[in-house]
């Protein structure tokens, strides 16, 4: 059975930094791209960037690039989302999906809270 | 980056009546590369349609989707009060990847 599994929900100051996961099991994890997702509050859909966990070959959407990582940790199967200096405004949920193309599976979400 | 309309922004409709959404692109969606996901309060996205028309394994068949190059359509056919959800088109076929921002499906 195909799973993403993502870390738990996190409070932050403004400022701080942070990474969270997203662990595949079930598949060949180097054969797919992972792509995460951000859903602010109330909000819709929106495309960060995706990651090829066979050779780390990393794209971002223009709107994320500089202000967040994506990496890849083949060994454990795992690929990650960073900032190093968060914000309020990236208060918000985070997914991560295998994209086979269009991502066919998800994880729960991470919920990031970040205030002062 | 292409650009996706979705309309109409609510659709409230009652059980076993016919959904249509609609989802325009601002350019050429490159392969036919769309697809289409739906979103209940507090769960992650659920992919129903992908390459614009092959629905994804275990999606019922009262979904469709149908389309090419800039007007694409997602069709309910006889809506089911667990039907009530987001629903979000996405081109993956373009770098970066884009969302329409959603149609609610509201089930009276």
């Known amino acids: 059975e195909v799973k993403l599994v993502q870390s738990g929900a996190e409070v932050r100051r403004p400022g701080e930094s942070l990474k969270i996961s997203c662990k595949g099991s079930?598949?060949?994890?180097?054969?797919?791209?992972i792509g995460w997702v951000r859903q602010m509050p109330g909000k819709g859909l929106e495309w960060m960037g995706a990651?090829?966990?066979?050779?780390?070959?990393?794209r971002y959407s223009p709107s994320f690039q500089g202000q967040v990582t994506i990496s890849v940790d083949t060994s454990i199967n795992t690929a990650y989302l960073e900032w190093s200096s968060l914000k309020a405004s990236d208060t918000a949920k985070y997914f991560c999906?295998?994209?086979?193309?269009?991502?066919?599976?998800w994880g729960q979400g991470t919920l990031i809270t970040v205030s002062s | 980056e292409i650009v996706l309309t979705q309309s109409p922004g609510t659709l409230s409709l009652s059980p076993g009546e016919r959904a249509t959404l609609s989802c325009r692109a601002s350019?050429?969606?490159?392969?036919?590369?769309l697809a289409w996901y739906q979103q209940r309060p507090g769960q992650a996205p659920r992919l129903l349609i992908y390459?614009?028309?092959s629905r994804a394994t275990g999606v019922p068949d009262r979904f469709s989707g149908t389309g090419s190059g800039t007007d694409f359509t997602l069709t309910i056919s006889r809506l089911v009060p667990e039907d009530s959800a987001m629903y979000y088109c996405?081109?993956?076929?373009?770098?970066?990847?884009?969302f329409g921002q959603g149609t609610k499906v509201e089930i009276k």
């Open positions: 996405q081109q993956y076929g373009s770098s970066p990847e884009t």
């Open positions: 350019q050429n969606v490159p392969g036919t590369y």
């Open positions: 390459g614009a028309s």
């Open positions: 079930g598949y060949s994890f180097t054969s797919y791209w």
């Open positions: 990651i090829y966990a066979g050779d780390s070959d990393t």
């Open positions: 999906s295998r994209q086979s193309g269009a991502g066919d599976y």
